[in-house]
């Protein structure tokens, strides 16, 4: 069978109507029972046991609660696998070399790859214990299995995880709700340092600065938005020190008091997108919106057409990942900094009562007479402030890594979407069967992805022009980061 | 069969492990085709088929929405038999009068009362076409029938469902979203007053009024409450003219700055109810939360013990809901008008740092080193100010309703929990099957339900004591209303 990515049975459950896969047999489901020696057990064991778990709890486009389990999971692979490599060396351990011969086949390395998952699962989403359990009894694996002997590739694993949770536990993100010296009602990833929004969801006191937006499923409840682990921009990056080494100018435009101008013309820019919208511009703004859709299928993409082996996989995968994850880290320390305002507090603030000419929901198209106090980007906006775009950066990070991993900008990825799989405007858009891209190059890819930020209504262009400029930078070091370490000679994180 | 109240079902998906039923009996799934003639199509059809739907969209706790669904369900069955009783006349509807054949049997009620369900969720729940639709099939009938004729039983429970819709589309709940004019984006029960809290998730500006509570699925992601449907308040009532006409005196000891004293002492008085919580008292607190339960099951208590007709059933069952429904009213006028802190606040105010004396969360029991700032309550705390408390109110108005149907103060209800099956604390208590009650009077039962908010640490007493006051003050005006409407001569509202 050919290689997919790590999230791309996470992916396939939620959106296997919406992608028409570009190679049909590769969607098979499995039926047989796992083959230690030939199969990879992260595409067709532990992915596919993650998914229910993961999406149970969290939606996919909680990018920095999700980029973080990815990243420490595919680090575990990763850590898990380097003992059988010639030369790699751990990210988060050094677990001595084995013979050549213990790699002759993928035995080995699925085993130490499916107790690695295993331990990670545990610490992480600890509140699905049964299911990490048959996770490791599908592989025909012991759960209680507890050898620590590193001769032993249930050892490896065990201990890959063991190094990579001591390692990351306090890694900023507060896993454990206990940062702060937190004692009684403990609550995972909540903010310790303080951060106090100046506007409410209900009064925008400065046009300048975010305002949470209220958010509802639609039947009668609302909440208003918290920001979103503020501390993801103190958390300790892979590949680089500190994300004080990035400079990211202040978002004049954003800046209502001192740029009037400015600030009226780049939400004039989303308004006139969102007026314009096409069916193409919808469905990119959903596709690249979809963090669990948008970057892995790209891998998925090179991995079939490159016939990765498990080892290339696993390293592309943990690149990929640990690229936006480091991306991330930049972003949202200059999130925290700026706090800049999201284009629907803007629109609302500018217009109030006025009509404006704008997107007038699901199913209706274009109107004249909305008025800008009732405008409503086509995407949900998430729940941060707005500068630099995240998406951007994760989507600019993503690229450049590949680009340094594959050797070449060439991508040749299309995405086909179904007549009426919009999820925005289901059963409505696209009229007929559409094709996003094709995208022959990485570079027209995460160009595409910057600017269904916009057409999205969820960001304005300067935020994407930074986002992408940073992201761009950290898949760099990411590169060289990993690079190092596949080849034995782990980097010191770049100091700037 | 025996009847049970038309929230038993509902309540029974979701408790059925929760609540040792006291007739084991009654409990029986129903396996045979339903009978028109000799059934209750409330109990049997559609309080089943509407369980899944609404709490897929609806917590038990969220009582301004759902008790407005469960009274408009129930009006329309309500205008739906009252053509076929001798006297009755419907709140919604004038539909004329059938010959006394047609009450030979249930069957004409039960096909009235079958289509006025559809057509009141179809215009309530409209999302979940599909499940009314197999609930009218269910029953061996057709919802393509467009019959209006008022000598058909399908044309009565049509037109009955029409009326009450005509009367409450607009009754200031902004069930469509479209109130103060607003034409895109609209969202169904969007606060339109424009009510601002002066406090903020983050920030106790004042000490003496609401707070919105931070609620987290545990996930990372975090969100500040909003005022749930601060429009009830001005919601059109069914058994009185406004809800200015009731007086409830200012919540004295919720004034930090000019009664510091009784402000410290309402908080210490929580804080020793959560130091000193017993099995009995966490149940109870548990129990009377859930609106689903806590009310009903006395509803099921009574129909089983004094063998309800299907009349009697729809008229306790409409009486019930609508003295809550109408009550809530008074509750979120003054919870507007007073807009009072919550117990959490208030501790976290004024402890601070500083160590307490308090249960320590799930398993954890009283432990005497949590600080005052990391206090819980061992309820939620719901998403409303906090004065006068509405479950108070719920239970009083349904207590005096019910002593007034009936006649009599006797209940005679207990309720018993399994061992480990506690909401809060899973597995761990009670530590033995335990009993609540046994409630002999109403006013037993009213006065737990009341100092179960105390105990569950959501209420100050103060907010109890003035909630059941009026609570059983709108039980009164509800059962003159219905009483008047089953013996052909509605009341005019009581204008205090």
Redesign the interface.
Known sequence: MSVRSATTRVLAAVTILFLLPTSGAAREPQTSAFDLDNGNAAIEIVIPAATGPLLS??NPG?A??ILRITTLTNNAWFDAIAPYHPMAVGVSSRLGRRPAAERATNRQRNIAILYASFHMFMNLLP?FREEWRAMLRSAGLDPDDRNRDLASPVGIGTRAAEAVIASRIHDGMNQLGDEGG????R?????YL????VN????LRDPSRWQ?D?????????????F??PQYGVTRPYSFRSPSQFHVPAPRNSDAARNPSGYRRQAEEVLRASANLTDVQKLSAEHFNNKLQSLPTTVIHLAETRQYTLDEFIFHEFLTNLAAFDAGIVVWHFKRRYDAVRPFSAIHYLYGDRYVRAW??PG?GT?N???GA???SYLDTA?HPEYPSGSAAFCAAHAEASRRFTGTDALGQSVTVASGASVVEPDVTPRSDTTLGPWPTWTQWARDCGLSRVWGGVHFQDAVTEGAALGARVGEYAFRFLSGHIQGRPPAPVAG
Chains 1, 2 share one sequence.
């Open positions: 709890t969290l909680d920095s609660l509140q937190r004692r009684y009602h609550q995972p990833y909540a903010d303080g951060y106090r929004p409410t969801a209900e009064v949470p209220l958010v509802t499923s639609g039947n009668g409840v609302f909440r208003a938005q918290k979103v682990t007038g929901g209706r109107v007479d909305i008025r009732e405008w409503r729940d």
